[in-house]
């Protein structure tokens, strides 16, 4: 079975998933549920103009970040191409979901203090440098502080809510390819996201994404290529159920995410976590990245 994005969102697709499987059958799903209109509270007001003051300031937050990294050059890889639309040459492959568990990804990150995310960013800009030094050489890694930058689809929804459709925002997150040391990438890393989890990033991503459609399409078509050329990879991890689930009794053996990588762009990785077990896919446009990649 297969889910396309213009449906939704992981989430979405996840929740799809579970209300049409048995396990869910005897339980009522109200995500697409439509709640009654009811009076506005005072209280209800004040919170209102709170989320208001909160949208503002998450709003800024995100454009001055984003105007920081049009500004900021790229460096200069195999990872970018200059054209806005992608190759037919796309390539997908994806790993073995009995390879890896979550468990073996999140006790390597607890040595530091990291999450499953901080682990998997860390492994990916670990591979980036070594695909770097094998295509091009070490003159590939210009610097020990060299770093690319990675865009990161987030879950935006409240806490509880339930919300049918795309409703993501996105981290912006420096991966350091130019270090050697695995540990000391990875906890630069943990501490890069913690930072960006604290701030108001994908709350303001996503507000401002919802301001475009007011926006001429021309207009947005020339403000999306700004930002994707200022990426040079792209990154989402879908969290699955965490028992197995049946569909009229047949059981779901595996759950594979897929990422598109946004023009610009030639390489994107997915996680996606299933039953205690992680399969990952990769997307790469193998006329940029050459035949290694294919």
């Known amino acids: 079975m297969r889910f396309h ?3 939704g969102d992981g989430a979405t697709a996840l929740d799809a998933l579970m209300s049409m ?8 799903f109200s995500a697409g549920a439509i709640v009654a209109q009811q009076p506005v509270a005072p209280a209800k007001v004040q919170r209102q ?3 208001w003051c909160k949208t503002v300031w998450a709003v800024l937050y995100f454009s001055v970040k984003f105007v920081g990294s049009v500004i900021r050059r790229e460096p200069r890889t195999p990872l970018k191409n200059r054209w806005s639309q992608p190759s037919p040459t796309r390539s997908l492959a994806c790993s073995d979901a009995s390879e890896l568990t979550v468990e073996q990804i999140k006790a390597v990150g607890r040595r530091v203090g990291a999450t499953l995310n901080d682990v998997f960013l860390a492994a990916l800009a670990g591979a980036i440098r070594c695909w770097l030094v094998e295509r091009s050489g070490p003159q590939a890694i210009s610097s020990p502080l060299m770093s690319v930058t990675c865009g990161m689809p987030v879950n935006a929804r409240l806490p509880g809510e339930h919300y049918l459709g795309n409703k993501l925002g996105a981290y ?15 906890r630069v890393i943990s501490c890069r996201m913690r930072k960006i ?18 926006i001429p399409r021309c207009c947005t078509r020339r403000i999306a290529l700004c930002q994707t050329r200022r990426l040079s990879v792209v990154f989402t991890n879908v969290r ?5 689930l049946h569909l009229l009794g047949a059981r779901v053996t595996d759950i594979c995410g897929f990422v598109p990588p946004p023009p610009g ?6 996680v996606a976590s299933y039953n205690g077990f992680v399969r990952l896919s990769v997307s790469g446009d193998a006329f940029h990245l ?3 990649f294919a």
């Open 5 to 7: 994005h213009c449906l």
């Open 21 to 28: 499987s048995d396990e869910a059958a005897a339980t009522e």
């Open 49 to 51: 103009r709170c989320m």
């Open 172 to 186: 912006i997150i420096r991966l350091p390819v130019g270090m050697v040391d695995r540990n000391n990438r990875l």
């Open 197 to 214: 989890k604290q701030s108001p990033e994908a709350l303001g991503s996503f507000k401002l994404s919802r301001l475009t459609k007011w």
């Open 240 to 244: 699955g159920p965490e028992t197995p």
């Open 265 to 270: 762009v030639s390489f994107g990785l997915a």
């Open 290 to 292: 050459g035949n290694s």
